[in-house]
């Protein structure tokens, strides 16, 4: 088993004035977030790995006793298990990349991707949800109406499946992998990347709470995948 941690970046500028889109820097709540994020997801590293030995251990005793049915040979796999790698991916834009600052880099691996960016709003990035309904009262309902299909008009502007499509390439490597990983995105990534792991209708993506300052952690099990959930409090 290994985990999957999911969460948004540390609040952005723009989070405080309600625009969407763009590419604004933490607060100052946003970097307390992230240094919070970073401590807790080495502490939860640290204890994985003595789980992970102290099962091995309990392993071990049993097959040394020979008394486990179906042992054939009583000493085997002397050595330890390794430790799983750790990567930390961001996105491209800041709120995301400094997130993942906090990180220590001697332990996590961090890369940036583009394709864990926000949707792209068009026409409509750095507005605030007033003033679409307000400069383009039909945009803003034609989205309302069928959020799902909606794609932004303007440069780059993109709709849920757009982003949906684009986030497949990222979810074949995440399954790929065998080691832990922390994805440092947005509302709606977040929203897609959880929906994906919790087999959610495509339907309930669009409106899935996902608050900021809210982690998540998948742990991929034979059966299912068992997910849970910590919210900061500071
Ligand atoms: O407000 C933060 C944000 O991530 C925006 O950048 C983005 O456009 C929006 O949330 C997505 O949420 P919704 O699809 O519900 O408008």
Redesign the pocket.
């Known amino acids: 088993a290994r985990q999957i941690w999911i969460t948004r970046h540390g609040e952005s500028e ?2 405080v004035a309600g ?4 590419n604004a820097k933490l607060t100052a709540r946003g970097h307390k977030y992230a240094t919070a994020l970073a401590k807790f997801i080495d502490h939860m590293r640290l204890k994985f790995r003595e789980q992970q030995l102290e099962d091995w251990a309990k392993d071990k005793e049993k097959r040394i006793s020979g008394l486990q049915p179906g042992v054939e040979s009583p000493i085997r796999d002397e050595a330890p298990p390794k430790e799983l790698a750790y990567s930390v991916w961001t996105s491209y834009l800041n709120r995301s990349i400094q997130t993942g600052e906090h990180f220590d880099d001697s332990i996590f691996a961090i890369k940036s991707i583009r394709l864990l960016d ?2 792209n ?1 068009g026409q409509c990035e750095g507005m605030t ?1 007033d003033a679409i309904k307000e400069q383009y009262p039909h945009e803003f309902e034609a989205r309302r109406r069928d ?1 799902l299909h909606y794609r932004y008009p303007g440069p780059g502007g993109e709709s ?1 499946l757009d982003v949906i499509h684009r986030l497949n390439n990222v979810i074949v490597e995440i399954e790929r992998m065998r080691d832990h990983v922390c994805l440092i995105g ?3 990534i977040v929203r897609i990347l959880l929906a994906y792991f919790l087999n959610l209708e495509q339907s309930k993506i ?2 899935l709470e996902v608050p900021l300052e809210t982690l998540y952690v998948l742990e991929p099990k034979p059966y299912a995948v068992v997910s849970r959930k910590f919210v900061y409090n500071n």
């Open positions: 723009d989070n625009k969407i889109g763009g926000e949707i709003a949800y959020k849920y947005h509302r709606v669009i409106d």
